[in-house]
């Protein structure tokens, strides 16, 4: 089993709904949870950062639930530039630094 | 601004060469730097953590003879692939940790190795 699996998709979105995906982690130890968005052929750009108690930027939502050890992000009216590869980031580690990533869910947002 | 330089961003050789990628900290110094890799269609696997002054840290099932690390510095460290073949053409991305708890890692933007 993956440390950090997510559905690969892709989700092909309308311009202006909403899409919504989890990424589920099998360390119970892990101390901290992101979501990095990846255009193809780039480094990964945080998103942000996900708080126990969910949090929100903008159009987008994140959630943790360590009981069942998932993570969402939610997207809100959707724009074409949210196309993209949205990758579940761990942190675990003694050191705190090592970061675990997931394989991505692809986003197509069309007109 | 950039806060992690990696170079060079592209590099297309012959099998059998070794290449050399340089990833540098700007205005900060790292005593700590990852090296990922990511196929197509596959997302980023940690290879290696380089430390500044001692060995660098292999994951398991990579070579440490087939990618040497050298950390010499606070603000640089530099993955060679050594005697490269086609499969090892991937998309070679660093990082180092951000010291700050919300952005755990700035990352390069990475360098595109094709092996002929």
């Known amino acids: 089993r993956k440390e950090v699996e997510q559905d690969p998709g892709p989700f092909n979105v309308p311009e202006g709904a909403t899409v919504a995906f989890n990424c589920t982690y099998s360390n119970s130890a892990s101390q901290s949870f992101f979501w990095y968005r990846q255009d193809c052929r780039k480094e990964p750009k945080l998103l942000m950062s996900v708080y126990s108690s969910g949090n929100e930027d903008g159009r987008f939502t994140a959630q943790l639930n360590r009981a069942s050890q998932y993570i969402s992000l939610l997207i809100r009216d959707s724009k074409l530039s949210d196309s993209a590869t949205y990758l579940c980031?761990?942190?675990?580690?003694?050191?705190?630094?090592?970061?675990?990533f997931g394989g991505g869910t692809r986003v197509l947002v069309k007109p | 601004g950039a806060v992690v330089s990696q170079h060079p961003s592209w590099v297309i050789c012959k099998s059998g060469t070794s290449v050399k990628i340089e990833c540098r900290s700007l205005?900060?110094?790292?005593?700590?730097m990852f090296w990922y890799r990511q196929f197509p269609k596959q997302s980023l696997m940690l290879m290696a953590t380089?430390?500044?002054?001692?060995?660098?840290?292999?994951e398991q099932g990579v070579e440490k003879d087939k990618f040497l690390i050298n950390h010499a510095s606070l603000t640089l460290s530099t993955l060679t692939v050594t005697s490269a073949h086609p499969e090892d053409s991937s998309f070679y991305i660093c990082s180092a940790p951000s010291g700050v708890g919300n952005q755990p890692q700035h990352f390069g933007d990475g360098t595109r190795l094709s092996i002929l």
């Open positions: 980031v761990v942190r675990t580690g003694a050191a705190g630094n090592k970061l675990t």
């Open positions: 380089s430390n500044e002054g001692s060995k660098a840290t292999y």
């Open positions: 205005d900060f110094q790292a005593t700590t």
